[in-house]
């Protein structure tokens, strides 16, 4: 009788030491959950942005010249590769058209910027440099995007994702606008 209370009692110190230790790890774990959603979301979102930036360059650099109908749609285009995680009102886009001049320079020949600053892609030229030579150009697109995690700040805060696709004109090396 004695040793069957004996085992009762360690029966039941065992239970609530496992509920301790299960109301200890499971905010742990179910933060670690919300953590892996939300950074895998932002991965997808990157994903996007890269295929954001490259359908834009890729559209606008098809022809020699490009007009404001088919500026618009190329960044309509890349609004539309954001879904559903954005629009293309809600992105930032900064297409630059680059000649390299005669010390291999790149000098830009028009830009389009929305929904952003243009001093937020100050540097988009420099890392042009290096791609070309003489006469040659290239397209910049940069496409912006401020990532908010579904689970509002309890694991990783709101941050901005930044893609940058370089492209050549197919039809002229430099592309200009109508």
């Not at 953590?35 to 295929?51: L, Q």
């Amino acid at each position: 009788m004695m040793i069957a209370n004996l085992i009762r009692r360690w029966k039941s110190q065992t239970q609530g030491a496992a509920m301790m230790e299960a109301a200890i790890l499971f905010p742990v774990l179910l933060t670690m959950l919300f953590g892996v959603y939300d950074i895998g979301h932002a991965i997808t979102a990157n994903h996007k942005m890269i295929t954001a930036s490259q359908v834009a360059a890729d559209l606008i650099t098809r022809t020699p010249s490009v007009s404001t109908d088919e500026l618009n749609q190329a960044i309509e285009a890349a609004g539309l590769a954001m879904a559903p995680y954005a629009d293309g009102s809600s992105i930032g886009i900064d297409i630059i058209s680059v000649r390299f001049d005669e010390d291999d320079n790149p000098q830009q020949v028009w830009r389009e910027t929305r929904n952003m600053n243009i001093n937020q892609n100050d540097a988009a030229l420099e890392k042009s440099r290096g791609l070309g030579t003489e006469g040659e150009g290239a397209m910049i697109v940069t496409v912006l995007y401020d990532y908010v995690p579904t689970f509002g700040n309890v694991v990783i805060k709101n941050f901005r994702l930044r893609e940058t696709a370089f492209a050549r004109g197919r039809r002229s090396s430099v592309v200009s606008r109508e």
